[in-house]
């Protein structure tokens, strides 16, 4: 119980500490002009996160897919 409770606060102080950069990210784009460079990394940021989330859903689709097929298979 006690390695959990560290880990929970040491997890905290972390996500803070990242919450900072990008809080200075951010401050330094706003002061751009045209803000090319913003949309740039708004773009970035969403095709960066992307791309996990669509690796992910093609792995659980093939293992629901592969998992039915079988399941159907056996009661036939």
Do not use: D
């Not at 784009?29 to 992910?56: D, F, H, R, W």
């Amino acid at each position: 119980m006690k390695n959990k409770i560290s880990f929970l606060v040491i997890s905290v102080l972390f996500t803070i500490h990242s919450n900072a950069q990008c809080a200075m990210c951010r401050a330094v784009l706003e002061n751009e002009e045209g803000q090319t460079a913003a949309k740039g990394i708004n773009n970035g940021i969403v095709y960066l996160m992307s791309i996990p989330y669509i690796l992910v859903f093609g792995l659980g689709f093939f293992i629901y897919w592969k998992y039915f097929k079988v399941k159907k298979n056996k009661t036939i």
